[in-house]
């Protein structure tokens, strides 16, 4: 299976901004292109290295080539937990976890 790709946007006080930034990014890239129902952006909190959450925001593997562009890294698929949609299709999450091998 394709890989997945992560960033982390860190402490979740400031990863407001680059979420912003990134669903921005994300609208201009399919402006410019042609995208598909696979393709989307999830993000969530997690439990860091530190005393705070941090903010983890995941690509589909459809979206191999704008996650690279973003500076995000091959990771494994992420388990369907507190996942919310930044950006992309909503129909995204059937056809990603439909099967429920997270």
């Known amino acids: 299976m394709a890989n997945w790709f992560h960033k982390n946007f860190g402490d979740d006080i400031w ?3 680059s979420l912003s930034e990134l669903e921005a990014s994300f609208f201009q890239f399919q402006k410019n292109n042609k995208t598909t129902d696979d393709m989307a952006i999830y993000y969530r909190h997690e439990s860091g290295n530190g005393l705070h959450c941090e903010v983890v925001g995941y690509f589909s593997p459809a979206l ?8 995000a890294l091959p990771c494994p698929k992420p388990t369907q937990d507190n996942l919310r949609l930044l950006a992309g299709s909503e129909l995204a ?3 990603l976890f439909s099967n429920n091998d997270s």
């Open 15 to 17: 990863a407001a901004q």
């Open 64 to 71: 191999a080539g704008f996650a690279k562009s973003q500076q």
């Open 93 to 95: 999450w059937l056809q």
